[in-house]
């Protein structure tokens, strides 16, 4: 069993930047990734990274500005959300793929997930 622990959500105005933070129970280190849902939407991929951290992957519509980072020796993953847009507003995932090694978009390949933290955007 895996708990995952999301922070840094909240309100920001449009341009602004937020760090979003997910700590993981336990020593074993996984694949990670971001997802987003806002109302009324279907669950959507934001960002992954890689077991050991070697490759990511981002959305389009968050390339360039939101960067996913990992401190395995902490067992915690970031994402880094600058030029923040309104479109941007929803409750905000992480999640862990405890069999694989890759970077996936997939939400279907992720084991286990975090409550959410929420992210608003004003204009």
């Known amino acids: 069993q895996v708990q995952l622990v999301e922070s840094g959500g909240g309100l920001v105005q449009a341009g602004g930047s937020l760090r979003l933070s997910c700590a993981a129970s336990?020593?074993?280190?996984?694949?990670m990734g971001w997802f987003r849902q806002a109302p009324g939407k279907e669950r959507e991929f934001v960002a992954a990274?890689?077991?050991?951290?070697?490759?990511?992957d981002y959305a389009d519509s968050v390339k360039g500005r939101f960067t996913i980072s990992r401190d395995n020796g902490k067992n915690a993953v970031y994402l880094q959300m600058n030029s923040l847009k309104p479109e941007d507003a929803a409750v905000y995932y992480c999640a862990a793929n405890t069999r694989g090694y890759f970077a996936y978009s997939n939400y279907q390949t992720y084991d286990y997930w975090g409550q959410g933290t929420q992210v608003t955007v004003s204009s």
């Open positions: 990274v890689s077991r050991w951290g070697g490759s990511t």
């Open positions: 336990g020593r074993t280190t996984y694949a």
